[in-house]
């Protein structure tokens, strides 16, 4: 059964690079069942879809952040990472990730969520 | 991009209610529609894909309906511990979108 688990320091400063790994466990990260997606969430507010990659690279953008997302998978490690540049208190926010099953339209499961902090 | 509108936005409700969310899609997305559970501090869970399918072990006084751009969410007898925010997503094409959560409330 998958299990997927979030890390990342939980404070970043404003203008920096934000960076996370999602760690993937009880399945393959080259599964072709799944997308791996970044979703997030604002304090007191609802779920924003960031980006999902597939093990190939292929890769969508949630088109407000395209410009500063990067993300990248590592069968290596079973593991894949949000880079997140130039950041502001706008990305505040606990963010999740968790696998997007291609054929039912769903995420599940998540991770239990990181929250990070952009302050001085 | 698939705007998703649910509605109400938050809902007060008693134990053994029949609580209806309604979400609406912009425009057509046949049945790639997705519910999820929320409780405070946790990750959203799964209840309902494709519109209409319970996912395993979630109760079955949880129920989806709807096809093309409406569709509604139903718990049949709410019990303590469905009091939880409630998003829908929609699944037809990229970049995903939720709807804007409905908080279920004890009343």
């Known amino acids: 059964q998958l299990q997927l688990q979030e890390s990342g320091p939980g404070l970043v400063k404003p203008s920096e690079t934000l960076s996370l790994t999602c760690s993937v466990s009880?399945?393959?990260?080259?599964?072709?069942?799944?997308?791996w997606a970044w979703i997030r969430q604002p304090p007191g507010k609802g779920l924003e879809w960031v980006v999902g990659?597939?093990?190939?690279?292929?890769?969508y953008y949630n088109p407000s952040l395209q410009s500063r997302v990067s993300v990248s998978v590592d069968p290596s490690k079973n593991q894949f990472s949000l880079t997140l540049t130039s950041v502001t208190a706008a990305d505040t926010a606990v963010y999740f990730c968790?696998?997007?099953?291609?054929?039912?339209?769903?995420?599940?499961?998540w991770g239990q969520g990181t929250q990070v902090s952009v302050s001085s | 991009d698939i705007q998703m509108t649910q509605s109400p936005s938050s809902v007060s409700a008693s134990v053994g209610d029949r609580v209806t969310i309604t979400c609406r899609a912009n425009?057509?997305?046949?049945?790639?529609l997705v519910w999820y559970q929320q409780k405070p501090g946790k990750a959203p869970k799964l209840l309902i894909y494709?519109?209409?399918v319970l996912q395993s072990g979630v109760p079955s006084r949880f129920s989806g309906s709807g096809y093309g751009t409406d569709f509604t969410l139903t718990i049949s007898s709410l019990q303590p511990e469905d009091f939880a925010t409630y998003y829908c997503?929609?699944?037809?094409?990229?970049?995903?979108?939720f709807g804007g959560g409905t908080k279920v409330e004890i009343k």
């Open positions: 997503q929609q699944a037809s094409s990229f970049p995903l979108t």
């Open positions: 968790a696998p997007f099953s291609t054929s039912q339209g769903y995420f599940a499961p």
């Open positions: 990659i597939f093990h190939t690279g292929t890769t």
């Open positions: 494709l519109g209409s």
């Open positions: 009880g399945g393959s990260i080259t599964s072709d069942n799944y997308y």
């Open positions: 425009q057509n997305i046949n049945s790639w």
